[in-house]
């Protein structure tokens, strides 16, 4: 089945660091990629999503490149803030696993944390 | 605003009771999907929804039942409590046939079993 694999927590940067969080993935097909935040106390929020290979999603200074050939998507800010603190959820949904469009099948997550 | 509403956002309950989660949304979608947050698992999904009246289980269903008898509700039951469903709750959402629209979660609700 479908499965997704990201880094290991938790990560602790400067602020104004640079950020990547690696993910990469297992499935059948053409799956559709998310970034998925959750803030403390909070629910998940969409970040970004990508929905070919090549294509690149971005959103509040964060980008990710879907990439076909290496079956990743890894989430990359240039410079992170105390703001940015948060838990960061890879995801994917696949219309090509037997038709299951429904399901968004999770990353482990991995918590940020920015210091001042 | 439009969105996903849970309630209640916490609850503490004894060996052996039921409760159910409940679960709104206003934004007219027709999939529907209940997720359980574990520290170290991500979010695994229990039971899911593609329109009213038609419900199936996810990965992690035993112990839980649903019911979608309108498309905005989704309440999520369970049976007898256990230990192990200490979790966070997420429900979510999205319209139906576009894959490449991003749920829309809840706020959670945190339940302790003791």
């Known amino acids: 089945g479908d499965s997704v694999t990201q880094m290991e927590g938790p990560v602790t940067l400067s602020e104004e660091a640079f950020l990547t969080i690696n993910c990469t993935y297992t499935?059948?097909?053409?799956?559709?990629l998310f970034w998925y935040v959750q803030y403390p106390g909070e629910g998940l929020q969409l970040l970004l999503k990508?929905?070919?290979?090549?294509d690149k999603g971005s959103n509040k200074g964060f980008e990710a490149t879907y990439r076909k050939e290496t079956t990743s998507f890894h989430l990359e800010k240039g410079s992170v803030q105390v703001s940015d603190s948060a838990v960061y959820f890879c995801?994917?949904?696949?219309?090509?696993?037997?038709?299951?469009?429904?399901?968004?099948?999770f990353g482990k997550g991995t918590l940020l944390t920015v210091n001042p | 605003n439009a969105g996903v509403t849970q309630t209640p956002k916490f609850q503490v309950l004894k060996t052996g009771q039921s409760m159910t989660l409940q679960c709104a949304q206003d934004?007219?979608?027709?999939?529907m999907s209940w997720y359980r947050q574990d520290p170290g698992m991500g979010l695994r999904l229990i039971h899911y929804?593609?329109?009213?009246?038609?419900?199936d289980q996810g990965e992690v269903p035993n112990g839980y039942n649903v019911s979608r008898s309108t498309t905005e509700d989704f309440p999520l039951r369970l049976l007898s409590a256990a230990p192990s469903q200490t979790s966070v709750y997420f429900c979510?959402?999205?319209?139906?046939?576009?894959?490449?629209?991003?749920?829309?979660f809840g706020s959670g609700t945190r339940l302790t079993v003791v």
């Open positions: 979510a959402s999205r319209p139906r046939g576009d894959t490449n629209y991003g749920y829309t």
């Open positions: 499935a059948t097909g053409y799956p559709s």
């Open positions: 990508a929905t070919k290979a090549d």
């Open positions: 995801a994917l949904t696949n219309r090509w696993s037997g038709g299951s469009n429904y399901k968004l099948t």
């Open positions: 934004m007219n979608h027709e999939y």
């Open positions: 929804s593609v329109g009213a009246g038609i419900t």
